[in-house]
Every structure is written in C-alpha cells, then in structure tokens.
C-alpha cells in the first residue's frame, strides 16, 4: 500500500510523459502515436559493418522522426530518465541479433568537457540501463582521451574518421584482455565513433566487439549519409 501511495503522488507531482515526444500519457511510457510511428529499421538492415575492422552493429531505428526528436531531448535537453525507456529497444536488437557474441556490456564515453556541459554521459546511461535489463552491470572500460568536435557537424565520412581517430583509449587493459564485448552508443551514423572506440578495445586485448546503437542513418539513404 505504501509503495502505491507513492507511485500515486509521484504521478500528481511528474505525471508520466512519452519517452519520445514528451506528451502525457496515461499508462505506459510510449503515446499512442509515437508508437505507431516509431522509424524500425527493416529486419534486413538492422545490421552493419562499421570500421576497417568489420565490426558488426545492431541498430534498432533510423534517426528519423520521434526517434531523432527523443535521441535530442535525451542529449541536449536534459531529459536522461528517458535512457531506461530507449535502453528497452538496444537491447531487443543486440538480443536478436548479436546474441552469444558478447559476455560484457560497455559504451563509448563522452570526453569529461561533453560529460561537464550535459551533466551525465547519455551512451553510459544507455549501456546501464541496457546492461540491467539483463542483470548485469555496463562496465565503463574506455576513456576518451582528446576532446573532438562534434560528429554532427562533419558530414564528409573522412572528416567523422580523422575526428575521432585516436580518441579512446583502454586506461586497465586488464579489464578487457580476452573478453568479448558489448559497445553501445546513442547513435550510429558512418560508425566512425564506434569503430573507434572498439579498435581502442582490440588493441587492449579484447577477443571480440560487436555494437549497437538506437538509431542510425536516414530511412531511405545510404549508412553514411546521416
């Protein structure tokens, strides 16, 4: 009964929102409309190969529509309780299609400048949020160890790939010889920040790394194209 009366003034005081457009809903944390609208990748490009080492990536959306507006409000807006709800996608589509390759769950880390400006590393909340659905824990393995400019801002694929090139690093190698890993990030565009912070992980020892991310690319457009 107490833990009800709670639920109770919790929903008077932060009533519960859609996860994607921000609108009350009355059950559920996905309106009605967003559900419905929701931009799935089809089955056959859910993955991809990212990076000169062939990493595979599991994407569950394209970055389009609510769920381009849900990633921004998640980044820039300050809205990080809407990582446990994204988390619920992430890991149904490395669940389906990269099950068995991983026994460890990390992410690619913001640089602390990003982390200062926004307060939380949204792809570490993700990867805990994803990690616990399976009752594990996200191991925050890398570093990012330069500031970069913002991928968004660099359209030209070479460009995204010399930004990030050599930005993580592996700081207890320990940690990560042998294993077989999980990266997770928010978004996966030419996958050139996920291929470099899983060579990072490589060149640590790991046996493996596969990916996933919540969105990527544009419905209708090549991988690379945004």
Not at 165 to 189: E, K, M, N, Q, S
Request: hydrophobic residues 45%; charged residues 30%; proline residues 4%.
């Amino acid at each position: 009964m107490k833990e009800k009366a709670v639920s109770v003034i919790l929903d008077l005081l932060f009533p519960p929102r859609c996860a994607f457009c921000g609108r009350l809903v009355e059950k559920g944390d996905v309106c009605e409309a967003c559900e419905k609208s929701l931009p799935f990748r089809e089955e056959e490009n859910m993955t991809r190969l990212i990076g000169d080492n062939g990493f595979l990536c599991a994407v569950a959306f394209y970055y389009d529509g609510v769920a381009e507006d849900g990633i921004k409000a998640l980044k820039f807006g300050g809205k990080s309780w809407r990582a446990k709800v994204f988390a619920r996608y992430i890991a149904q589509a490395a669940a389906e299609r990269l099950g068995g390759e991983f026994d460890a769950v990390t992410f690619v880390p913001v640089s602390l400048l990003r982390n200062f400006e926004r307060g939380f590393d949204q792809a570490r909340l993700l990867a805990e949020e994803t990690a616990g659905i399976w009752g594990v824990k996200a191991e925050p393995v890398l570093r990012k160890v330069r500031h970069t400019r913002a991928q968004s801002l660099l359209t030209d694929p070479a460009r995204r790939e010399r930004n990030v090139r050599g930005a993580y690093a592996v700081p207890r190698p320990d940690r990560v010889r042998g294993r077989r890993f999980l990266l997770i990030d928010d978004v996966c565009t030419t996958g050139s920040t996920m291929a470099a912070a899983a060579d990072a992980l490589l060149a640590a020892g790991a046996e493996r790394v596969v990916c996933a991310a919540l969105a990527g690319g544009r419905r209708g457009f090549p991988p690379d194209a945004g």
